[in-house]
């Protein structure tokens, strides 16, 4: 039985502008672990697998560049985006999990993270 609750801003649909403008102000976490000049504008991914059709809680987001998210500039054909092939991308650059918590740590909003309590 667990008798955790529930953290309302975990929950799907969940809005806070704030904390998606601070992640979109960040540079793309892909471009920083391949060592290469960031060449699109950075958008926010929410978590994907929550299931029910909904978007994830924005506090479940991270920020990678458009050539990352969805290739509109050029990544698709390298397979190296998120949207067109989850599993290479997350081989790459690690889980979807690990970036939301890497972007936590770039916040330096650690201890927010961790009172989650976010299993993967």
Not at 4 to 13: T, W
Request: hydrophobic content about 30%; overall charge positive; aromatic content about 8%.
């Amino acid at each position: 039985m667990n008798l955790l609750k529930p953290i309302p801003e975990l929950r799907r649909g969940f809005k806070d502008k704030k904390h998606k403008d601070r992640v979109g102000n960040l540079p793309c976490l892909c471009c920083i672990k391949d060592k290469e000049p960031q060449k699109s504008p950075v958008e926010v991914h929410h978590l994907w697998g929550i299931g029910a059709g909904q978007k994830a809680s924005d506090r479940l987001c991270f920020g990678i560049c458009n050539l990352h998210h969805t290739g509109s500039y050029g990544g698709a054909e390298k397979g190296l985006t998120l949207h067109t092939n989850l599993a290479a991308f997350e081989k790459n650059y690690g889980t979807q999990h690990q970036l939301i918590k890497e972007t936590y740590e770039m916040l330096g909003l650690e201890e927010l993270y961790e009172s989650y309590n976010i299993t993967t």
